[in-house]
């Protein structure tokens, strides 16, 4: 039996002008949410990242942001079977 899980996560950032206090601290509240939300995915609560990340309240500062979180996991079982044959040696010529 083998199983192999493949965990990743990728993050990027686009930023138009400058980025005034309530902007940083708004991207600092939404880089925790998505950090958050990987441990909850990690942990095996995908429905509980995926409530935090629905949340929309308090970025007012912010006019877009998206994310696009997955995990993927495979598993898979090999059996190996064996038969052993037990045969009476014939003796030639033994009466």
């Not at 138009?16 to 601290?25: A, H, I, M, P, V």
């Not at 935090?52 to 090999?78: E, M």
């Amino acid at each position: 039996v083998s199983a192999s899980s493949m965990r990743s996560v990728s993050v990027s950032l686009s930023v138009e002008g400058q980025l005034d206090k309530q902007e940083t601290s708004d991207i600092t509240k939404l880089f925790k949410r998505f950090f958050h939300a990987v441990q909850d995915l990690f942990r095996g609560a995908p429905e509980k990242a995926a409530a935090r990340l629905a949340k929309g309240g308090g970025l007012d500062s912010l006019s877009g942001f998206s994310f696009n979180l997955q995990q993927q996991s495979v598993a898979a079982t090999a059996q190996a079977s064996c038969q052993a044959s037990s045969a009476t040696p014939q003796v030639a010529g033994a009466e």
